[in-house]
T-cell receptor, first 113, second 116 residues
C-alpha cells in the first residue's frame, strides 16, 4: 500500500499552460505539505495544510494554488507555467508534533519547455 | 537566515569505513526535532533517523547514529561501515512549531560518494 502517492510522476508542458499535481495519503495524518526541489537539490517548503486549512504559505507566487478537499488530499494547481517552475515537487504528510517525521511521496518531475 | 546548515556539498568515503556528515541548526524554540533523510538517485526521500531536543541519548538506527551536541546546535550523522548503496544525497532537517502547526525545513544536502 502506497502511503503518500502523487500523480503524475512526470509532467512535461509548455510555458503558459496550467497544470495540476494530485496528492493523496492513506496514513490518517492531519498535516500535508508541498515542497519544491530545484536543480541544485535544495528542498523548500511551499505550503502546509492542517485538516484542510492552510497554515503555511512560504512566499510562493500566487500562480500556485493548493487545494485540500479533505485531509487526505492536497492538490497543487499551477497557472501560467514559467521555465523557472521546472523542478521536482514533493508532497508529504505527517502527524502532529515535532517528533514525527514527514512521509514523502515519490515526487513529480515538472519540466516546462 | 539559513536555519539548517550543511557545509559539505560533497563527501567521499571508502567502502567499509565510517563517515560523518555535518549539520548545524538554529532555533529559539526549546522543543524541536532533528531528522536525517537519504535521497538516492531514484529520487525518493527516505527517513533515516530522528533526535528530539530533549533526548539525553544520541539516536541510533542500525549503521546510522546521530551525534547530537545541543549546546553547539549540531546534529551530525555518522554512517558506519559504509556500503556502495549508501551513495546518495543526505539531508538534515529540523521540525519546529509554526503558526497553526509544525513545519519541517531542510538543509542544502550533502552528496555522499562511497568508493569501492
Amino acid at each position: 500500500d502506497t502511503a503518500v502517492s502523487q500523480t503524475p510522476k512526470y509532467l512535461v508542458t509548455q510555458m503558459g499552460n496550467d497544470k495540476s499535481i494530485k496528492c493523496e495519503q492513506n496514513l490518517g495524518h492531519d498535516t500535508m505539505y508541498w515542497y519544491k526541489q530545484d536543480s541544485k537539490k535544495f528542498l523548500k517548503i511551499m505550503f502546509s495544510y492542517n485538516n484542510k486549512e492552510l497554515i503555511i504559505n512560504e512566499t510562493v507566487p500566487n500562480r500556485f494554488s493548493p487545494k485540500s478537499p479533505d485531509k487526505a488530499h492536497l492538490n497543487l494547481h499551477i497557472n501560467s507555467l514559467e521555465l523557472g517552475d521546472s523542478a521536482v515537487y514533493f508532497c508529504a504528510s505527517s502527524p502532529p508534533g515535532q517528533n514525527t517525521e514527514a512521509f514523502f511521496g515519490q515526487g513529480t518531475r515538472l519540466t516546462v519547455v | 537566515a539559513q536555519k539548517i546548515t550543511q557545509t559539505q556539498p560533497g563527501m567521499f568515503v571508502q567502502e567499509k569505513e565510517a563517515v560523518t556528515l555535518d549539520c548545524t541548526y538554529d532555533t529559539s524554540d526549546p522543543s524541536y526535532g532533528l531528522f536525517w533523510y537519504k535521497q538516492p538517485s531514484s529520487g525518493e526521500m527516505i527517513f533515516l533517523i530522528y533526535q528530539g531536543s530533549y533526548d539525553q541519548q544520541n539516536a541510533t538506527e542500525g549503521r546510522y547514529s546521530l551525534n547530537f551536541q545541543k549546546a553547539r546546535k549540531s546534529a551530525n550523522l555518522v554512517i558506519s561501515a559504509s556500503q556502495l548503496g549508501d551513495s546518495a544525497m543526505y539531508f538534515c532537517a529540523m521540525r519546529e512549531r509554526n503558526t497553526g502547526g509544525f513545519k519541517t525545513i531542510f538543509g542544502a544536502g550533502t552528496r555522499l560518494f562511497v568508493k569501492a
